[in-house]
C-alpha cells in the first residue's frame, strides 16, 4: 500500500526556514517521479519543485532560489528545503508521486495529507 507522510511544517517569521519531510512507503521513492505542490486558502494547488528519478530537478519560477526539493534513498524520504519566507508561501503543502514532466496536479497519482507552513511578518 503507497503511503506517503508529510511533516516538519510549522509557523515561522518572514525570513525564516524550514525542511518538510515526505517520508514514502509501499514504492520506491527513488525510482519515481516526486513533487511538492501547495495550496492556499482560496487558491489552487500549485506546483513548486520536483524531482526525477535521475535526480534532475525543477521549480516554480514563485520559488526559484529559495526552495530546494532533494531525497534521501535510503530513507525513502523526499524533502523540501525552504528559506527567505514570505507571507505569500503561506499554505498547506504536499508531496505527490507520478507526473513526470508536469506540473498538474492531476497527473500525480498519490498524495500525502500536507503540512501547513504559516509565514508571518
Known amino acids: 500500500q503507497v503511503q506517503l507522510v508529510e511533516s516538519g511544517g510549522g509557523s515561522v517569521q518572514v525570513g525564516g526556514s524550514l525542511r518538510l519531510s515526505c517520508a514514502a512507503s509501499?514504492?520506491?521513492?527513488?525510482?519515481?517521479?516526486m513533487g511538492w505542490f501547495r495550496q492556499a486558502p482560496g487558491k489552487e494547488r500549485e506546483g513548486v519543485a520536483r524531482?526525477?528519478?535521475?535526480?534532475?530537478?525543477y521549480y516554480a519560477d514563485s520559488v526559484k532560489g529559495r526552495l530546494t526539493i532533494s531525497r534521501d534513498n535510503a530513507k525513502n524520504t523526499l524533502y523540501l528545503q525552504l528559506k527567505s519566507l514570505k507571507p505569500e508561501d503561506t499554505a498547506m503543502y504536499y508531496c505527490?508521486?507520478?507526473?513526470?514532466?508536469?506540473?498538474?496536479?492531476?497527473?500525480?497519482?498519490?498524495w500525502g495529507q500536507g503540512t501547513q507552513v504559516t509565514v508571518s511578518s
Open positions: 524531482i526525477y528519478p535521475v535526480g534532475a530537478t
Open positions: 509501499g514504492f520506491d521513492l527513488s525510482r519515481n517521479c
Open positions: 505527490a508521486a507520478g507526473g513526470c514532466g508536469s506540473w498538474s496536479p492531476g497527473e500525480y497519482s498519490y
